[in-house]
C-alpha cells in the first residue's frame, strides 16, 4: 500500500459499512415484503383466486414483456399505464357506484357532497385495512368482489383482440390480441390486482401501506408519509453537507503544486507491436457500433410509437415489431454495446499490462468471447421475439424468451450466457494483470485497484441470477437494481476511471502517483454514496420506511464526486496539448470530455431531481425517469464505450487519420441529438405529468386521456428532431469506425525494449 494506506484502508472501510448495509436491509426486504394471500375469497367463503393463481400471473405478465408495456410499481415503461395505479383506480371508483347503487339507488356521480364524503370514508376503511387472517388467507367483502370482477373484466378485453377497446390498445402501443390465452389473461389479473393491494393495505401496526402509501390516490388518502418528507429534507441537508466537505478536501488536501510529468516524445503505446489478441480486437470495434446503429435505429422506431400507437407513418408494423419488443431490443442493444465497448478496453489493456506479450491462448479466449456474446445478442433478441408474440410455450418463456423485467429482459438461459462470458473476461484479463502484479518492485497499487474492479465486474453481473420466475416482486426488485445500479453504476464507474487513470498515466500524461491518489480517492466516493444508495430505486417496492431512510441518505452523497466534474473535463481536455501526438487522441478525449458533462447534468441534476422520496413519490414512472436514463446511460457509459472504441481503434490503426468533418458530426450530432431530445420532449412531458401526479393522482397523469391531450401529442412528435440529430451524429460515429477498421493495416514497427518499469510502476521510462 505504501504511500496509498490511508486511501485504501477508506476504500475497504467504506466497502465493510456500505456493504453490511445493503445486506442487513436486504434481509429486511425479504422479511417485510407484501405477502402474496395463500387464498383470496369473500365473507362468506367462496374462492377467488389463490396464491399460485397470482404467482402465474406474474409469468404471465413477465411473457408479454413485463416492464416494457406499462409498468408495476413505477418501474417499467411509461406509454402505456401503470397498471397498479390504474387497477386501484378502476377499482376504487368501480366500488364507488356500486356502492351508491346499493346505497341510494343511483351512480356515485350524481350523489351529493356528503354523500358521496360518506362512502369515501367506507372505501378508505375497507381498503386500506388490513385482512389477511393468521392463515394468510384475504377475506374480501361482496362489493369489493363486485368491483374486483368488473376491473378484471375491463383487463380481459384490454388484452385480447375485443373492437370495443381497439382504440385504447393503439393510444397504449399495445398490439391486438396481446395475450391470447383467455385462462392467462385471467390469472394476469390477479397478478395486477395484488400489486394494487399491497399498495392500499396498511402494514399491521402502521399507518403506511405495504409501497409506503405509493401511489398518489386521493380516493382512499394514499399521500406522502410523515417519514418521507422528513428523510427527503434529511437527503437536501446530507447533499449540501457532502458537497461542503468534498469543497473542503478539494481544496486543502489536494496538491495543488504537483507538475505533470515531461510527456515522451512518441506515443508510449505506438512503441511495440501489437500482439494476436489485441489485432483480434476489430471485431469487438464493429459490434459495437454496429449494435449501436441498430440500438439508435430501433430507439427512434420505438419512439414513434408514442404518437401513432400501432402503426409507423400509417403501416401497421405492430403485428410483427411491437413497442413491447422494439423497446426490449432498444434497452438490451444499449446494455450489449456499451459492455462490449467495456470489455473491448480492457481486452487491450491486459497484454500491455502483461508486459507488451500474450498470455498463451490469449487470441483464441478472445475470438470465443466475441463468438459468444454474438450467440447471446443473437439468442436473447430472437428469445424476446417468440415470447412478446406468444409462439413460444408459457413454459419456455422465461428462460428463453423474456424474464419482463426492465433491462435484464433477456431469457435466463441467455443472461446465464452473458455471464459465463463476462466470467471468461475475467479470466483473460486476470492472465494478463497478475503476472504483473506478482512481479517485484515498483508501485502496484493503481494495478492493484484496476484487478479489482474488473474483478467485481466479472463477479457481480452474477447477482441478477438470484431471483427466478415465480420469485417475489419485492425481492427480485432488490436483486434486478444490484445489476442496474451496483453492477453497472457503481463498479463500470470505478472501472472507467481506473482504466483511463492507467492508460494516460502510461501514457506519460499525468504521475503514476497523481493517477493512483485521484482513482483511490474516487472509487471510495462512488462506493460510498453508490451502495447503499441502490435502495433509492426501492422506495416503493414493497419496502420498510429504513429502507427508505438508507436509500435517501446515501444516494444523494452519489451526486457529490459529480460536483467537481467540471474539473475533470478540464484536466482531461487539457492533456490534448501535452504532446504533438496527442492530437490523434483528440476525439477519444472529446468523448471523455462529454462523458464528465453528462455524468454532471444527467446523474447529478437530473438524477437528484427524482432522487429524494418526496419527489419520486409523485414523479416515479413518469417521463422525467427517461431523462435520467438517456442524460446517463447514454451520456456517460455510452459516450465512455464510444471513447474507448476510439481510443482502441487508434491503436490498431495508428496510421489512420480520423475525419475531421465525420467525427465533428458525430460528436456534436450525438451531443446535440441528447440535449433536444430531452429539452424539447421528455423533460416538458415530464414535468406536464408532474403537475398531474400532484394535483390527482399517478393513475391520471398516465391515463389515455391525459397522454393523448393535443399537447403532449405535439411534444412526442417534437422528439423527432432531436432523434434524428442524434440518428445522423451515430451514423456518423459508426461510419468512421468501420472506415478506420477497413483502412491501411497498422504498420509493424520495430519494438523497442520493454520498460523494466512501467510509468506506473516508479520513474522509469
Known amino acids: 500500500m505504501g504511500p496509498y494506506k490511508k486511501l485504501w484502508f477508506t476504500l475497504i472501510g467504506v466497502m465493510i459499512v456500505t456493504f453490511s448495509l445493503l445486506g442487513y436491509f436486504g434481509v429486511e426486504v425479504y422479511r417485510q415484503a407484501p405477502p402474496i394471500p395463500a387464498q383470496v375469497t369473500t365473507q362468506d367463503g367462496k374462492v377467488l383466486f389463490d396464491r399460485e393463481g397470482i404467482l402465474d400471473g406474474q409469468t404471465a405478465w413477465q411473457s408479454v414483456g413485463g416492464m416494457q408495456l406499462g409498468s408495476i410499481w413505477g418501474h417499467g415503461a411509461y406509454q402505456a399505464p401503470d397498471w397498479t395505479a390504474d387497477w386501484l383506480h378502476r377499482e376504487l371508483t368501480a366500488w364507488l357506484d356500486i356502492a351508491a347503487k346499493d346505497t341510494h339507488g343511483k351512480a356515485y356521480a350524481a350523489l351529493d357532497g356528503p354523500a358521496q364524503a360518506a362512502l369515501r370514508e367506507q372505501l378508505r376503511a375497507e381498503y386500506r385495512g388490513n385482512r389477511v387472517d393468521a392463515a394468510k388467507a384475504l377475506k374480501l367483502s361482496t362489493r369489493r368482489a363486485q368491483a374486483i370482477a368488473q376491473t378484471a373484466n375491463y383487463y380481459d378485453l384490454l388484452f385480447s383482440d375485443a373492437p ?87 481544496a486543502f488536501m489536494r496538491k495543488h503544486d504537483e507538475p505533470l510529468p515531461e510527456p515522451a516524445a512518441r506515443d508510449p503505446l505506438t512503441t511495440f507491436v501489437l500482439t494476436p489478441s489485441q489485432r483480434g480486437l476489430g471485431k469487438y470495434l464493429f459490434l459495437v457500433v454496429a449494435l449501436f446503429v441498430f440500438q439508435v435505429f430501433v430507439g427512434g422506431f420505438t419512439a414513434h410509437y408514442t404518437v401513432e400507437g400501432q402503426q409507423f407513418y400509417g403501416i401497421d408494423v405492430s403485428r410483427w415489431f411491437p413497442y413491447a419488443l422494439t423497446r426490449t431490443w432498444h434497452i438490451q442493444a444499449a446494455l450489449f454495446w456499451i459492455a462490449t465497448g467495456f470489455l473491448a ?164 500524461l499525468v504521475s503514476a502517483r497523481m493517477a493512483t491518489t485521484a482513482s483511490l480517492a474516487s472509487a471510495s466516493l462512488f462506493m460510498l454514496g453508490g451502495i447503499p444508495g441502490t435502495f433509492h430505486h426501492m422506495y416503493f417496492a414493497g419496502t420498510t420506511t429504513p429502507v427508505m431512510a438508507v436509500g435517501a441518505s446515501f444516494s444523494a452523497l452519489e451526486v457529490v464526486p459529480l460536483i467537481v466534474l467540471g474539473h475533470e473535463a478540464w484536466e482531461n481536455w487539457r492533456l490534448k496539448a501535452r504532446a504533438p501526438w496527442m492530437d490523434k487522441l483528440k476525439w477519444p478525449l472529446m468523448c471523455f470530455v462529454a462523458v464528465a458533462f453528462w455524468n454532471m447534468l444527467g446523474a447529478g441534476v437530473f438524477g437528484f431531481m427524482i432522487n429524494p422520496p418526496i419527489s419520486l413519490y409523485y414523479v416515479q414512472g413518469l417521463n422525467t425517469t427517461p431523462v435520467h436514463a438517456h442524460a446517463a446511460l447514454f451520456g456517460v457509459y455510452g459516450f465512455l464505450a464510444l471513447g474507448f472504441t476510439l481510443l482502441v481503434l487508434r491503436y490498431l490503426r495508428p496510421d489512420h487519420q480520423f475525419s475531421t468533418p465525420l467525427m465533428k458530426t458525430a460528436f456534436w450530432g450525438l451531443n446535440a441529438g441528447l440535449v433536444l431530445m430531452i429539452f424539447t420532449s421528455l423533460l416538458p412531458i415530464g414535468v406536464i405529468q408532474f403537475h398531474a401526479s400532484v394535483s390527482q393522482g399517478l393513475w391520471y397523469a398516465r391515463s389515455e386521456e391525459f397522454m393523448q391531450q393535443p399537447l403532449l401529442q405535439n411534444l412526442r412528435w417534437v422528439r423527432t428532431f432531436g432523434d434524428v440529430v442524434f440518428i445522423v451524429g451515430a451514423v456518423a460515429m459508426a461510419l468512421q469506425v468501420v472506415m478506420g477498421l477497413l483502412g491501411k493495416s497498422p504498420a509493424k514497427s520495430q519494438p523497442l525494449p520493454w520498460p523494466e518499469k512501467t510509468a506506473l510502476e516508479g520513474e522509469g521510462k
Open 164 to 250: 370495443a377497446l381497439q382504440k385504447s390498445r393503439e393510444h397504449f402501443a399495445m398490439k391486438e390480441n396481446t395475450l391470447p390465452s383467455a385462462e392467462r389473461r385471467q390469472q394476469m389479473t390477479q397478478f395486477f390486482f395484488w400489486t394494487a393491494w399491497a399498495a392500499a393495505t396498511e402494514r399491521p401496526g402502521q399507518k403506511v401501506t405495504y409501497t409506503n402509501n405509493w401511489p398518489h390516490e386521493p380516493l382512499i388518502g394514499n399521500q406522502p408519509s410523515a417519514e418521507n418528507i422528513v428523510w427527503s429534507i434529511a437527503s437536501i441537508v446530507v447533499l449540501l453537507a457532502g458537497v461542503g466537505f468534498l469543497v473542503w478536501a478539494w
Open 345 to 508: 478496453a480492457g481486452l487491450f489493456l491486459a497484454p500491455l499490462i502483461n508486459g507488451g506479450k500474450d498470455p498463451k491462448f490469449q487470441k483464441l479466449g478472445v475470438d470465443v468471447l466475441f463468438w459468444a456474446l454474438v450467440a447471446v445478442v443473437v439468442g436473447s433478441f430472437t428469445g424476446n421475439y417468440l415470447a412478446i408474440a406468444q409462439v413460444m410455450p408459457p413454459e419456455w418463456s422465461f428462460w428463453l424468451g423474456h424474464q419482463g423485467y426492465e433491462y435484464v429482459d433477456l431469457g435466463r438461459l441467455w443472461q446465464i450466457g452473458k455471464y459465463i462470458g463476462i466470467l471468461l473476461w475475467l479470466v483473460l484479463m486476470l492472465r494478463g494483470v497478475v503476472p504483473a502484479l506478482l512481479t517485484k518492485g515498483g508501485d502496484k497499487n493503481l494495478l492493484a485497484l484496476l484487478t479489482a474492479s474488473v474483478g467485481a465486474i466479472g463477479l457481480f453481473y452474477g447477482a441478477g441470477l438470484f431471483y427466478g420466475e415465480r420469485t417475489h416482486l419485492s425481492v427480485m426488485e432488490y436483486w434486478r437494481w444490484w445489476v442496474v445500479h451496483l453492477w453497472v453504476e457503481g463498479f463500470f464507474e470505478v472501472f472507467a476511471t481506473t482504466a483511463l487513470a492507467f492508460i494516460f498515466a502510461t501514457l506519460g
